[in-house]
């Protein structure tokens, strides 16, 4: 069984970069924030925590004062009733939809993936968001809920994700190792650039680790777009 672990509204960045000469564009459907546009990322998307350095580099979407004091007058508004939280996930999909209604008719390819975690996995996430929490209190509070998955939605496939100790994920792709997963695993990434199924994700689990080298859990979420 799955449940909820959180809803997000992206843009895929589809950033070119080189890696050991490997010439290549990112092209993974993922809610972090380091390979996708987040609305809103709470750290624009909430006053208190408000950037102006990283809302400058949101994509496509400059509101005007009066609209960004509605849109933080509604963050506020949901994160006190848990509905939205850090780093910048919905908890139901009524509210993401909602949020992209009355804030993000300007962003038509603004995509809404919600993001799902096998029960195995529980106790180990529920034990990695508890540790740090003033940074992941937001997820601890949604996997503690247990909100199933539910039937509507597509499966795009599975992300591998690390859960970091300063809160939100680190996304496998950003160490862009598509060419060493398919030469040391066999492993081939689907359209999306995201995993064809949840083994495949556990199968590279401790080799992504060790590249990375972050202070992370890495955990396979299974990935659904949602209309």
């Known amino acids: 069984m799955y449940y909820t672990a959180g809803y997000y509204l992206i843009i895929p960045k589809h950033e070119r970069g080189t890696v050991n000469g490997y010439t290549y564009t990112s092209r ?30 949101v994509k496509n979407f400059k509101p005007d004062a009066t609209a960004l004091a509605a849109l933080h007058s509604w963050t506020e508004q949901e994160y006190e009733q848990s509905n939205y939280g850090y780093p910048g996930f919905f908890t139901s999909l009524a509210k993401a939809l909602e949020f992209k209604k009355l804030f993000l008719a300007s962003l038509p390819q603004v995509q809404l993936l919600g993001l799902f975690l096998d029960e195995n996995f529980y106790p180990a996430a529920l034990e990695q968001t508890q540790a740090y929490p003033s940074v992941a209190l937001d997820l601890h509070r949604l996997l503690q809920r247990r909100l199933p998955e539910p039937d509507a939605g597509s499966v795009i496939g599975y992300d591998l994700l690390g859960l970091l100790d300063l809160g939100g994920f680190e996304p496998f792709s950003y160490h862009v190792l598509e060419q060493e997963y398919h030469q040391h695993f066999g492993i081939t990434l689907n359209e999306y650039g995201l995993f064809l199924n949840q083994a495949d994700c556990q199968r590279v689990t401790a080799y992504t680790d060790q590249i990375a080298d972050e202070p992370a859990t890495w955990f396979p979420f299974k990935v659904k777009l949602f209309a």
């Open 28 to 57: 993974t459907w993922s809610v972090s924030r380091y390979v996708s546009y987040v609305y809103p990322d709470a750290e624009w998307g909430l006053s208190w925590l408000y950037s102006k350095r990283q809302f400058a580099k």
